[in-house]
């Protein structure tokens, strides 16, 4: 893909996160819950994963004016069995709902070996990647799954039925990185079609087909058509497990029913389900995670193909710019900025100062 043709600024993550939060504060949302939802957004800005980071404050606080997504909701949380647990978002932010979903997991996973949470009547949780990085920080394997609004035709379909939603999972490892895998079944995230369009850049024609079912390399045209699903039936296959276990088994919407971001009409009702596993479950915690070294280290020891110089484990590109991006800051176009200093505006918060 092209590199952006407007001026980039590097924006230090502690003055994001302290922008991030006034910005949901001023919009009604408690310290507690700013705290997580700002951490998550501010870690997918530092891996690299700008389609899912801070730029999404915009459409979020839109839902809130649209009264579509309520700021201050408390999510309700029942025990089912000793090992399964469910959350009512009550329609509050994702982020905030799944963050308790999986904190209960883990809690479960100690003592049982594993937890396993369902959480229904949510929103948008950002990137996946942040809820396996909450269970390796508490040394857990975990899955984590959610469903989203129709982006992708069925393998077959012509029209939007099923999310782009993500298939995440993860592993903690000992001296080596650990192991976290965070994919959408499309060719491409949706929001890399929005990051493009803020951007004023094009798309490989390989990612979406416009209305009219052709191939395009402009992101607006990609919108209004459908994103297309990696690997053909096995992609959209993908797409569907996300919704049986996040939104057929939640009690949430499924089957092309939750309500995309940009629809005012009403709540999103999004379902996750969120499973934590002890590591040792089977072996020695020393045991495991040498194993899971000696994994890491066969993968970018391979051989490589020819052209490739490095070769990468799942979720170590992200890892290393995490590492880059927290020294460095983190990149925002001035269209970016422009559009996140909106929101300070219409908040009533000072806005993000850069140079
Ligand atoms: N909440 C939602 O509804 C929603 C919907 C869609 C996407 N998303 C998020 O969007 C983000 C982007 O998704 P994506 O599918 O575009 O990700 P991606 O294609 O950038 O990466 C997918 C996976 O492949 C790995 N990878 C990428 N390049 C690699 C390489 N050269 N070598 C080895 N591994 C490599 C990454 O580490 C990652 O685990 C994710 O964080 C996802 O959670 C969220």
Redesign the pocket.
């Known amino acids: 893909m092209a590199e952006p043709t407007q001026q980039v600024h590097y924006i230090q993550p502690a003055v994001l996160q302290q922008f991030v939060h006034r910005i949901l504060t001023g919009n009604g949302v408690s310290d507690e819950h700013a705290k997580v939802i700002t951490q998550c957004l501010v870690q997918?800005d530092l891996r690299g994963?700008d389609?899912?980071g801070s730029n999404r404050i915009p459409s979020y606080m839109k839902r809130i004016r649209q009264k579509v997504l309520n700021p201050s909701a408390t999510p309700q949380l029942q025990q089912v069995t000793p090992a399964a647990a469910i959350v009512d978002a009550q329609n509050g932010f994702g982020f905030v709902a799944a963050h308790m979903g999986m904190q209960k997991a883990i809690e479960m996973a100690q003592v049982f070996g594993i937890g396993l949470v369902s959480v229904k009547h949510s929103n948008?949780?950002?990137?996946?990647?942040w809820l396996v990085q909450q269970a390796i920080d508490a040394g857990m394997m975990s899955l984590v799954f959610?469903n989203?609004s129709p982006a992708l035709p069925v393998w077959g379909g012509k029209s939007k039925l099923m999310?782009?939603?993500?298939i995440?999972c993860g592993a903690p490892a000992g001296k080596e990185r650990p192991f976290?895998?965070?994919?959408?079944p499309?060719v491409?995230?949706?929001?890399?079609i929005y990051k493009a369009l803020r951007r004023g850049e094009k798309i490989p024609t390989e990612w979406a087909l416009d209305a009219e079912g052709n191939m395009t390399d402009d992101p607006a045209k990609a919108i209004e058509g459908v994103m297309l699903p990696m690997g053909g039936p096995k992609g959209s296959a993908l797409a569907i497990m996300m919704d049986v276990f996040s939104g057929v088994f939640s009690g949430s919407a499924f089957a092309g029913n939750v309500t995309g971001p940009y629809d005012p009409s009403k709540a999103a009702d999004v379902g996750h389900f969120l499973v934590a596993i002890k590591p040792d479950l089977f072996m020695g915690l020393d045991d495991f995670k040498s194993r899971m070294d000696y994994l890491y280290q066969r993968v970018v020891g391979s051989d490589k193909m020819a052209g490739v110089e490095r070769?990468?484990?799942?979720?170590?590109?992200?890892q290393i710019t995490h590492e880059k991006r927290l020294v460095e800051g983190i990149p925002f176009t001035e269209a970016e900025i422009k559009g996140l200093n909106e929101e300070a505006e219409l908040a009533g918060v000072k806005k993000l100062n850069y140079v």
């Open positions: 997918a994963v389609t899912h948008h949780f950002g990137m996946s990647a959610t989203s999310g782009v939603s993500p995440a976290i895998l965070d994919m959408a499309s491409a995230a949706r929001g890399k070769v990468y484990y799942p979720g170590e590109i992200e």
